[in-house]
Structure formats: structure tokens, C-alpha cells
T-cell receptor, first 119, second 110 residues
Framework: GAVVSQHPSRVICKSGTSVKIECRSL??????MFWYRQFPKQSLMLMAT?????????EQGVEKDKFLINHASLTLSTLTVTSAHPEDSSFYIC???????????????FGPGTRLTVL | DAKTTQPPSMDCAEGRAANLPCNHS???????VYWYRQIHSQGPQYIIH???NNETNEMASLIITEDRKSSTLILPHATLRDTAVYYC???????????FGPGTSLSVIP
């Protein structure tokens, strides 16, 4: 099946620094990608929709100036957590939509996640 | 998108069928039922989806009631690796954003 990768898988940073997380669709082009955040023992929370070549659409309550999203190509979206603080520590997951071809099912594929720890 | 209701947790004996229910009584005619699962500390995995007919693939079967107000995901022979949180989601198309509820935590017991 389709593969979505994330890099890095884990990152530890100091408070006040910025962290960039990459999401790549490895064997398909994705005009739309999504970013989620998950705190321990909670469900995934949608943060934003990333559209190739245009501005991201953020969910209510998500600060767009803190979580910068760039979708510069059809296979790469990046999420930058600016001036990270301990409360930003979380599991960040992206997903990419793949359009089915030749009778294959349209579906969304999720990346393996990035564990961010802010000290 | 319509809201779904799932039991918070379920147990299933290894080798037996796991039947995970989902209620979606407010589903509209053009909304699909999707199932995903998330194994601990991993990204969610697509399982199956359907509109009104029952569906089967290599992972599971999806049974949708005639009135489409509920559905059941069936894992025919559960293994320990099926222990995960299972999410039932209703949405119009596959490229619509996926909004996750709390899901059902399935524990497969040896």
C-alpha cells in the first residue's frame, strides 16, 4: 500500500526553540495533507489541512503563527512548531490523501508519527 | 459530518472473531462509514470503508445495517497484533478530513 513517512520520528528540544517535522508521501502525489496532534491517552486532534501551493486551513483554536505549515510540493508538507514550550510536547501525525486509480480505493494514509518532547 | 458512538473498550479471545459496533444514527445519504485503527504509538491504519453494502477485504468485514444507522467491523480471527484503538468515522468522501472520536480500545487476550 501507499506509504507516508515522517521525519524525525523523535525529537527532543529546549524550550524556546523551533522544530520542523517533515511529512512525505513516498509513492504518490498528495495535493492535500493533514496534521494531527495526540496527547497521551487521548484521541487524535486535527490541527490543520495542508494544501499544495496554498495556505493551510487551521482548525479552531490552533495558532497558525505557532504551527507553521508549508506544502511546497506534491510529496512534502512540513510542520514547524515555533518557540516550542513543554505544553507543545505531543505526538504529531500527518496524513495524505491518495486518489485511487484503476479501480483502487481512494483513501488517506497516515504517517508513523513524530514524538516531540520539549524540555 | 455525522457523529459516531462506540463502546470505549472491548476484549476478545485470541482466534475468535472480534465484532466492533458503531452507531451513526445521523448519517446522511452521501456519507461513507470508514474504519481506522491505531496501534500504540503508531499512526492510524486504514482498515475498510463502505456506503451501504457490506464490504470485505483482507483485513476485515464491514456490516452496515439496512437503515445505515449502525455498522459492525468484524475481525474474523483476532490475533494479539490486533490489539489497538479502533475508530469508526463517517464522512462524505475519502479526501475529507478525518475527525477522530475516542474510538474503541480492543484488547485481544491470549
Amino acid at each position: 500500500g501507499a506509504v507516508v513517512s515522517q521525519h524525525p520520528s523523535r525529537v527532543i528540544c529546549k524550550s524556546g526553540t523551533s522544530v520542523k517535522i517533515e511529512c512525505r508521501s513516498l509513492d504518490f502525489q498528495a495535493t492535500t495533507m493533514f496534521w494531527y496532534r495526540q496527547f497521551p491517552k487521548q484521541s487524535l486532534m486535527l490541527m490543520a489541512t495542508s494544501n499544495e501551493g496554498s495556505k493551510a486551513t487551521y482548525e479552531q483554536g490552533v495558532e497558525k503563527d505557532k504551527f507553521l505549515i508549508n506544502h511546497a510540493s506534491l510529496t512534502l508538507s512540513t510542520l514547524t512548531v515555533t518557540s516550542a514550550h513543554p505544553e507543545d510536547s505531543s505526538f504529531y501525525i500527518c496524513s495524505a490523501y491518495k486518489q485511487g486509480a484503476g479501480g483502487a480505493v481512494d483513501t488517506q494514509y497516515f504517517g508513523p508519527g513524530t514524538r516531540l518532547t520539549v524540555l | 459530518d455525522a457523529k459516531t458512538t462506540q463502546p470505549p473498550s472491548m476484549d476478545c479471545a485470541e482466534g475468535r472473531a472480534a465484532n466492533l459496533p458503531c452507531n451513526h444514527s445521523t448519517i446522511s445519504g452521501n456519507e461513507y462509514v470508514y474504519w481506522y485503527r491505531q496501534i500504540h504509538s503508531q499512526g492510524p491504519q486504514y482498515i475498510i470503508h463502505g456506503l451501504k453494502n457490506n464490504e470485505t477485504n483482507e483485513m476485515a468485514s464491514l456490516i452496515i445495517t439496512e437503515d445505515r444507522k449502525s455498522s459492525t467491523l468484524i475481525l474474523p480471527h483476532a490475533t494479539l497484533r490486533d490489539t489497538a484503538v479502533y475508530y469508526c468515522i463517517v464522512k462524505k468522501t475519502s479526501y475529507d478530513k478525518v475527525i477522530f472520536g475516542p474510538g474503541t480500545s480492543l484488547s485481544v487476550i491470549p
